[in-house]
């Protein structure tokens, strides 16, 4: 669920007011946002978080996954709270506000983001894509496992998919996965993440 709770403001006054009360908040337009994940939602967040979790292990990476991270793009009045976001701990030293607020403005820190697609599908699929490819973060899912999504981005007829964007010379290269197929990611090669797992979630 997406409820606005207050508009025009800065994000200073973002960072200091929210979360006060522990819900999710993100910062789009200036306009301060509630996001209440459904259970299925969380669901599929879950499952990804095991799955790359289990392969930064695997590889002895320095990456973690932040139970919590405030990405925050250049010159917007945007903030946002991805559903996974993997950190890079290297780069973290230079992020002035990740001790004080969790907060990256760098997309170096940041090897992945995924967004799991709630009612506001289209900030996955166009603020946000353009946010974190100008961030130049590595690699950005979109998993969208009710098919929420518009046609031009999922397809027609309109089925559960995750979109997978690359950066390549700073610019996403997409590849899309259904159900019945292997997830893959150019960050995690050997990642083996079976979309069945996660695109039908709701229907077992």
């Given amino acids: 669920m997406i409820q606005a709770i207050q508009k025009g403001?800065?994000?200073?006054?973002?960072?200091?007011?929210?979360?006060?009360?522990?819900?999710?908040?993100?910062?789009?337009?200036?306009?301060v946002i509630e996001v209440r994940p459904s259970g299925d939602h969380e669901d599929v967040a879950s499952q990804i978080i095991r799955a790359i979790d289990r392969e930064i292990e695997?590889?002895?990476?320095?990456?973690?996954?932040?139970?919590?991270?405030?990405?925050?793009?250049?010159?917007?009045?945007?903030?946002?709270?991805?559903?996974?976001?993997?950190l890079d701990r290297a780069q973290l030293g230079a992020e002035l506000l990740?001790?004080?607020?969790?907060?990256?403005?760098?997309?170096?820190?940041?090897q992945l983001i995924v967004e799991v697609v709630s009612t506001n599908w289209h900030d996955d699929y166009a603020r946000k894509l353009e946010d974190y490819e100008a961030l130049e973060i590595a690699e950005y899912w979109i998993v969208d496992f009710r098919a929420l999504g518009g046609r031009r981005f999922i397809g027609s007829p309109k089925q559960?998919?995750?979109?997978?964007?690359?950066?390549?010379?700073?610019?996403?290269q997409l590849q899309q996965f259904r159900v019945g197929e292997i997830l893959r990611s150019h960050i995690f090669p050997e990642l083996q993440l079976s979309t069945d797992k996660i695109l039908q979630t709701g229907d077992r």
């Fill in 58 to 86: 695997r590889l002895n990476l320095n990456w973690f996954i932040p139970n919590t991270c405030c990405v925050k793009p250049a010159g917007n009045l945007d903030a946002y709270i991805p559903d996974v976001i993997v």
């Fill in 9 to 31: 403001t800065t994000f200073e006054a973002f960072l200091s007011g929210y979360p006060a009360d522990g819900g999710r908040y993100e910062l789009i337009n200036g306009e």
């Fill in 160 to 172: 559960p998919t995750v979109s997978v964007y690359t950066l390549v010379d700073g610019l996403y």
């Fill in 98 to 110: 990740w001790k004080t607020a969790s907060t990256i403005t760098s997309g170096k820190s940041a």
